[in-house]
């Protein structure tokens, strides 16, 4: 077993040099969400832009994230679906890692001072909710002790990398797309019986292909 500061190292090299980028992205998104990128290789310039964290911790020995599940809300494009903690970046935020961490810090909790932010991996606009979503993989000092944030997370999961690493992790589901369309059997790792897929499968997908 690589010990931790290894692993740590490992990881923050590789996400300095040139990653795995749209290629390892593609492989968890189903083929209209494909067509649709590819159309769109430069987001508009009115998309907005938002941070996410890709929290990785050590307990006993085994590694872990923190997957959350949106509350449901009308109002959001993206309602009860499970993301990484992030959000929109403020004008007001010192930088785009800032908001990452803020946000984190906001929604389950995580302390941004717990944190030793390894790089950034690479972006992914999501033409639906016209975002621009930039991953931050950040490595925790210590286990989270988590606190929700009322309102915005219904639930927090906490599954070891070496479950997404399996590929019995990955399977297709039925999903609806934008609170209207029903897409099937879309590429996605599964949670409690719960789907994983959209731009946070495809996050999820290039990390697994710089721990591979």
């Known amino acids: 077993m690589i010990d931790t500061d290894t692993f740590i190292q490992t990881l923050r090299d ?23 990128l590819q159309r769109k290789l430069n987001p508009p310039d009115n998309a907005k832009t938002a941070c996410v964290l890709l929290a990785i911790w050590q307990e006993l020995d085994v590694w872990h994230t923190a997957l959350i599940r949106r509350t449901e809300n009308p109002r959001d494009r993206h309602s009860g679906q499970i993301s990484f903690p992030g959000g929109r970046h403020d004008e007001g935020d010192d930088s785009f890692v800032y908001t990452a961490l803020r946000e984190a810090n906001e929604e389950i909790g995580i302390l941004p001072q ?18 621009i979503v930039r991953p931050f993989v950040g490595f925790l000092t210590e286990p989270p002790a988590f606190q929700l944030q009322p309102g915005e997370v219904q639930q927090v999961f906490a599954p070891t990398l070496s479950y997404f690493q399996d590929p019995a992790s990955r399977s297709t589901a039925d999903v609806m797309v934008g609170g209207q369309l029903l897409v099937r059997e879309v590429p996605c790792f599964m949670i409690e019986d719960r789907p994983v897929w959209g ?3 495809m996050i999820l997908s290039e990390f697994l292909a710089l721990i591979s």
């Open 14 to 36: 590789r996400l300095a040099a040139p990653l795995p980028g749209r290629e390892a992205q593609f492989k968890m998104a189903f083929a209209h969400r494909v067509e649709e």
């Open 114 to 131: 717990k944190v030793e932010v390894l790089g950034e991996m690479t972006d992914l606009y999501i033409p639906v909710s016209n975002f």
């Open 199 to 201: 731009a946070t499968a």
